[in-house]
């Protein structure tokens, strides 16, 4: 099993609505990451998840909540999201979030999140 | 600070060869990658550099300078389907990618 898999794909909701984003591998990979990508823009570093820890916070607004239940789950919690989070949001993993063994990031396909 | 420059939009016709530069300046450095984006898809890995030279995978070349802050992606017998965006990424500490070049595959 090679992929990182995401749901739902597309997510619609209004701006009092709470929903999260799921995303999972089995890779064995131990760093897993959140993107957001507006059209026509490159992907944005949100978090970071090294071994099950958050290690990395781009000084995301609190609405934007990760978790990590364990090693091949990360979900983003979401609550009084704003018209301008809409985006698709990524999911990746990597083996490690260091060191030469790291040579790539996979990614998930993504959830189109549209807030009204 | 970070600094990762692409062209933004480039041409080619079907069959022929293409080069998409990328500089970047970042405090660090730790490889450099470089991603496949079709409209609405997630990024595919396409290739990796962390030493100077030349990395060859098929269709596709990528190359490194380290001294010059400078690669590029080369493609070779350009196909439609080769229409995407491409993201030069730097890995230091966290992957920090370019803008993206949008490539417009001609018949």
């Known amino acids: 099993d090679t992929e990182v898999t995401q749901t739902p794909k597309h997510l619609v909701m209004g701006m009092t609505n709470k929903k999260s984003l799921k995303c999972e591998q089995h890779?064995?990979?131990?760093?897993m990451y959140w993107y957001k990508q507006k059209a026509k823009k490159p992907p944005e570093l949100m978090f970071v998840y090294s071994y099950e820890k958050l290690s990395i916070n781009e000084s995301v607004p609190s609405r934007f909540s990760p978790e990590c239940p364990n090693s091949s789950l990360l979900n983003l919690h979401l609550h009084a999201l704003q018209p301008e989070d809409s985006a698709l949001y990524l999911c990746?993993?990597?083996?490690?979030?260091?060191?030469?063994?790291?040579?790539?990031?996979?990614f998930g396909p993504g959830t189109r999140l549209t807030v009204l | 600070g970070q600094n990762i420059d692409q062209p933004t939009e480039m041409t080619a016709t079907e069959g022929a060869i293409v080069q998409i530069n990328c500089t970047y300046q970042t405090s660090g450095f730790n490889g450099l990658f470089w991603y496949q984006q079709h409209a609405g898809e997630a990024p595919t890995f396409l290739s990796y550099n962390v030493l100077d030279g030349l990395e060859e995978k098929g269709r596709f070349s990528s190359f490194l300078s380290r001294s010059k802050g400078y690669s590029y992606l080369l493609l070779k017998e350009l196909q439609m389907k080769d229409s995407a965006s491409y993201l030069c990424a730097v890995r230091d500490g966290r992957l920090i990618f370019g803008s993206g070049t949008r490539l417009l595959v001609r018949p």
């Open positions: 890779m064995g990979h131990r760093a």
């Open positions: 990746a993993s990597s083996q490690s979030p260091q060191g030469p063994e790291d040579n790539e990031q996979f």
